[in-house]
T-cell receptor, first 114, second 115 residues
Framework: AQSVTQPDIHITVSEGASLELRCNYS??????LFWYVQSPGQGLQLLLK??????LVQGIKGFEAEFKRSQSSFNLRKPSVHWSDAAEYFC????????????FGDGTTLTVKP | DAGVIQSPRHEVTEMGQEVTLRCKPI?????LFWYRQTMMRGLELLIY????????DSGMPEDRFSAKMPNASFSTLKIQPSEPRDSAVYFC?????????????FGPGTRLTVL
């Protein structure tokens, strides 16, 4: 069975600073990886996803993520954070015969300081 | 496109009462998912459907929970009887085609409080 670990529960960065949110997965084959964002009181919104091909994936809102098979990681990055990026971020992995059953990490809460 | 629609957005009820949460997926989506989100347990998949058929309900916490999808445009999650520990935000999501490769689109959620 697949699993996802987001090691950082809470991260605080200053506006304009760079951001990296960590995600590690466990799965025996090539995973399908996702990053979602959840603003307060809202549902989850997809930022980007990786299935195959180029390991550097571009998403919406200026985010990108890099798949590193050797490290079983799919870290999310943004070069310059905006105050509106304050939210909770979820990494998810979907794979296996049980199609449709993505596993979500516990989330990382991002606080942006002015 | 209106996106995934959930109702009600907020529900406050007393312990022992029946609660029904509703979801309308995006038209044409073949997969529908019900999730529960709490501070303690994070985001949990409760059940998902493919073409209106329940595929995996292993996440349903106990027999008090049941979910149905009578047609492609409507699903319900019912809790009977409700308990305070059921208080959570319940999300419905839908996806097109092979759910595990396709994006899940989430609704705004129903915040349930059981007193």
């Amino acid at each position: 069975a697949q699993s996802v670990t987001q090691p950082d529960i809470h991260i605080t960065v200053s506006e304009g600073a760079s951001l990296e949110l960590r995600c590690n997965y466990s799965y025996g084959a090539t995973p399908y990886l996702f990053w979602y964002v959840q603003s307060p009181g809202q549902g989850l919104q997809l930022l980007l996803k990786y299935f195959s091909g180029d390991t550097l994936v571009q998403g919406i809102k200026g985010f990108e993520a890099e798949f590193k098979r050797s490290q079983s990681s799919f870290n999310l990055r943004k070069p310059s954070v905006h105050w509106s990026d304050a939210a909770e971020y979820f990494c998810a992995v979907g794979a296996g015969a049980n199609a449709g059953k993505s596993t979500f990490g516990d989330g990382t809460t991002l606080t942006v300081k002015p | 496109d209106a996106g995934v629609i959930q109702s009600p957005r907020h529900e406050v009820t007393e312990m022992g009462q029946e609660v029904t949460l509703r979801c309308k997926p995006i038209s044409g989506h073949d997969y529908l998912f019900w999730y529960r989100q709490t501070m303690m347990r994070g985001l949990e998949l409760l059940i998902y459907f493919n073409n209106n058929v329940p595929i995996d309900d292993s996440g349903m916490p106990e027999d008090r929970f049941s979910a149905k999808m009578p047609n492609a445009s409507f699903s319900t999650l019912k809790i009977q009887p409700s308990e305070p520990r059921d208080s959570a935000v319940y999300f419905c999501a839908s996806s097109l085609g092979q759910g595990w490769t396709d994006t899940q689109y989430f609704g705004p959620g129903t915040r349930l409080t059981v007193l």
